[in-house]
């Protein structure tokens, strides 16, 4: 069976606070105040809000690679990567500081007119020892995490996934089972906390279409709070086709009470990676491409966006010579970009 126990980027954004909302402010492209203008390569600018409301970050990992290539005269190479940083993608609140993290981005995107990205990754016992093992200490300690994140949404437009394979891996058995009564009770308190804000939805994720079948996650979908959420994820961080992606969630939906999906296409152009040691062929693999941009137009109306939950370009976890998961890859961000040409 595909094993779907991959490294989620849980690294944290490199600008917060008013270096971010500055740039969330400039966002609409062009130079102002006596600046020296940025080449027009580098400049980062929204998606039209009709077809993208989500919030592009100008400051990205991708939107620096972008710039520093323009600099030393790569404008190929710049224009390749600039498919990645012209586009929205998942912001990953990390553990230490997720009021102000939150905040940051929230308020960011709200002076673009656009809506924020999150995804909360901090289950206690996460991702079961592998590449991006960790989590908060305890059930106590992921509750004001949660709750830090709330007091940085407040009222601001927010689109959260929540909690990558923390549902799957109670059913695949990965998360041994006497941390699993636990873990619904944290899933159903941090959806509940989240749905109490004006402007907030909140997506669980639910696995994708390799790793087995609807039948097997519903029960345990619904016992983690699906019916308080506006739906739930799949794909996220893998390679699974949309169009695969939505067989799976139509008939994931139909177990749960016809609820809406939304689907990372990220990195899902070229499909899933059948080489290797199938163990890790969701880490890192080859050959891959971008897949469809974000946008809430989709190709059937139980999908409500595809969205770029991973950031493309960032390590997996090291495997195939990549670095530690969630760290920015600049020679894998540019094969995904150059894949997507094919």
């Known amino acids: 069976m595909y094993d779907s126990r991959g490294a989620r980027s849980a690294a944290r954004a490199g600008a917060l606070g008013a270096a971010l909302l500055l740039a969330g402010c400039s966002s609409g492209g062009g130079s102002g105040g006596g600046k020296p203008a940025a080449s027009p390569q580098a400049v980062i600018t929204q998606q039209p809000k009709e077809a993208d409301p989500f919030w592009v970050n100008p400051d990205s990992n991708a939107a620096r690679q972008v710039k520093a290539y323009a600099k030393a005269g790569k404008g190929g190479d710049a224009e390749q990567i600039r498919k990645i940083a012209a586009q929205p993608t998942g912001e990953w609140i990390g553990p230490e500081n997720p009021e102000q993290e939150a905040r940051g981005f929230t308020e960011a995107a709200q002076k673009s007119d656009r809506t924020a990205l999150l995804v909360l990754y901090d289950i206690p016992h996460r991702d079961c020892g592998q590449y991006s093992q960790g989590g908060a200490a305890d059930g106590d300690a992921y509750r004001a995490w949660i709750d830090g994140v709330a007091r940085g949404i407040q009222d601001r437009p927010a689109t959260v996934i929540l909690e990558p394979d923390a549902v799957l891996h109670m059913v695949d058995g990965c998360t041994p089972p006497q941390f699993q009564e636990e873990r619904y009770s944290l899933l159903n308190y941090a959806v509940g906390k989240l749905k109490s804000l004006k402007s907030t939805k909140v997506y669980l994720d639910a696995g994708n279409a390799g790793w087995g079948h609807p039948d097997q996650i519903y029960r345990p979908l619904q016992q983690a709070g699906i019916a308080q959420a506006d739906g739930f994820a799949v794909n996220v961080s893998n390679f699974y086709s949309t169009q695969d992606s939505i067989a799976y969630g139509k008939q ?91």
Do not use: M
């Not at 999906?261 to 290797?276: C, K, L």
């Not at 062929?281 to 137009?297: D, V």
């Open 252 to 342: 994931l939906s139909a177990k749960v009470g016809d609820e809406h999906f939304v689907i990372d296409t990220s990195r899902n152009g070229n499909g899933p990676y059948a080489g290797g040691n199938p163990d890790e062929r969701w880490c890192n693999p080859p050959g891959r491409a971008l897949g469809e941009t974000p946008t809430t137009k989709t190709a059937d109306p139980l999908v409500d966006a595809y969205l770029w939950v991973k950031r493309p370009g960032e390590s997996d976890g090291t495997c195939k010579g990549g670095p530690q998961a969630g760290q920015w890859w600049p020679t894998y961000a540019l094969k995904l970009a150059q894949g997507s040409d094919t």
